[in-house]
């Protein structure tokens, strides 16, 4: 069971059992208008991106995963940057794309399965394409402009938006998710707080600097455990 709450609209319920609480899940998540782009995160009560293994799947439930086959059904690609890739074992997902930003072309350590590579997109800057090929055969290969091994967040949006993908959703890592934000490009911010307090070695959003974002509560909801789940809409007023 999951119950939603927005202000002032009375709380609803969803029953994940019944066939179809997908299509409920569609329109509490759908986005709001044709090219956007989403942040997808879990974190602690205060704020860890990473459980006791160092990853975000012991901070998840199989409530949070059902929101995230949702969320990714609506989206054209999964954008990650290539250290998420490594460290929670990424697969392609079954109903969108998957996005990969490196900035060395190294994806070495990867898990995804060679015959899934031709739904795979790798973003990097030009001198790293050939690499990039090579630990990933098959995928295709976007190249974007880069100083100093750095690549703005514009250009990678506007990459991917040339290739046809207008939904993107960001998983992260927090350092990506931040890099979006900080840029002004996305729309909303999509949250599962796991109910625990714990030591955070891994921000939600990086260990640097971040400015004052104001937002927008667009959905709040409560699934078993103690699980939150939040919309937040980067555009207020």
């Not at 569609?26 to 044709?34: F, G, I």
């Not at 290739?163 to 927090?174: S, W, Y």
């Not at 955070?200 to 971040?210: A, M, N």
Request: aromatic fraction near 4%.
């Amino acid at each position: 069971m999951i119950v939603s709450r927005v202000h002032p609209i009375p709380a609803d319920s969803v029953d994940l059992g019944d066939p179809g609480s997908r299509d409920r899940l569609l329109d509490w998540y759908r986005p709001d208008r044709d090219e956007w782009l989403r942040l997808n995160l879990v974190g602690s009560v205060n704020g860890s991106a990473a459980g006791p293994d160092g990853t975000s799947e012991t901070l998840t439930s199989a409530t949070d995963r059902r929101i995230l086959g949702v969320i990714r059904e609506l989206s054209d690609v999964v954008l990650v940057g290539a250290a998420s890739v490594r460290a929670e074992g990424y697969q392609v997902p079954r109903r969108a794309l998957l996005a990969v930003l490196t900035a060395s072309g190294d994806l070495s350590g990867h898990r995804l399965e060679p015959d899934q590579a031709g739904r795979v997109i790798v973003v990097c800057p030009a001198a790293a394409a050939e690499r990039a090929a090579k630990s990933v055969p098959g995928a295709r290969v976007l190249t974007v402009a880069d100083s100093d091994g750095r690549i703005a967040p514009q250009d990678v949006i506007a990459a991917l938006r040339g290739a046809g993908c207008a939904g993107i959703v960001c998983e992260g890592g927090p350092g990506l998710a931040a890099l979006f934000l900080e840029a002004g490009l996305v729309d909303d911010v999509c949250l599962t707080t796991s109910p625990v307090l714990r030591d955070v070695s891994l921000p939600l959003f990086g260990h640097g600097p971040l400015s004052e974002h104001p937002l927008a509560l667009r959905h709040l909801a409560v699934g078993e455990g103690g699980f939150v789940f939040s919309r937040w809409s980067t555009r207020v007023g």
